[in-house]
């Protein structure tokens, strides 16, 4: 007697990371060492700070200016606020491929589009708005809005009640090991993503791509 096929459920939802994957990180170490550079700041003593304080502002609990207050403006500078806040937005670069991708899988297969990400609210804001990223993702779990960050487990079951899906019903793309590991252990498939083309072929084997797409 043949054994029943598997079936394998449905993908309705797709959980994205937003840096690393869509975008480039909004303001990861090597935007604090062009900052540091650029402002002339002393960048252990930078590091240090921002260590010490950017888990409580990504989670939604500084405002970027209370977070500039404990980073850098601690003490007098020759420079103003606004000149080191555009630096920062400056920082935001687009990966146009994946972002061209994530919306063919929302146009081709009708998936909800929810981003799953670490983002203070003023940077998530400026990124969102720049980059239009509201015209493809439905909703945004990002920490500084939920005040949980990856890799808490309870951000992803947030992320599972908001979207109305179960785990086996959502794909996960995600550029940090961890974070992948975290989501499957609930049960999520995820990607771990490195590039556009691998990322692509992992997408094809769960039916939500193939070549000439």
Not at 181 to 206: F, N, P, V, W
Request: with cysteine; aromatic share 12%; glycine share 4%.
């Amino acid at each position: 007697m043949k054994k029943a096929a598997v079936k394998i459920p449905v993908i309705s939802c797709v959980f994205v990371d937003i840096g690393g994957v869509l975008l480039t990180n909004g303001w990861d170490h090597q935007a604090r060492e062009r900052a540091a550079k650029n402002f002339k700041l002393d960048f252990a003593e930078l590091e240090d700070r921002h260590h010490l304080t950017f888990d409580t502002y990504e989670e939604g609990k500084l405002t970027l200016e209370e977070y500039l207050n404990r980073v850098v403006f601690f003490q007098k500078r020759p420079f103003t606020r606004p000149q080191f806040r555009r630096f920062m937005y400056a920082q935001s670069k687009a990966f146009p491929e994946m972002i061209e991708l994530i919306t063919h899988l929302k146009i081709q297969h009708g998936v909800k589009i929810a981003a799953v990400s670490n983002e203070g609210r003023e940077l998530n804001a400026h990124r969102i708005r720049k980059f239009k990223l509201n015209e493809f993702i439905d909703f945004f779990i990002s920490s500084c809005y939920v005040h949980l960050r990856k890799p808490d487990t309870d951000i992803f079951r947030l992320a599972l009640d908001v979207a109305q899906v179960s785990p086996k019903q959502v794909i996960f793309i995600d550029n940090t090991p961890m974070f992948v590991q975290i989501a499957e252990d609930l049960g999520i498939r995820s990607i771990l993503h490195t590039d556009y083309h691998s990322t692509c072929e992992k997408l094809a084997t769960l039916g939500l791509w193939k070549a000439g797409d």
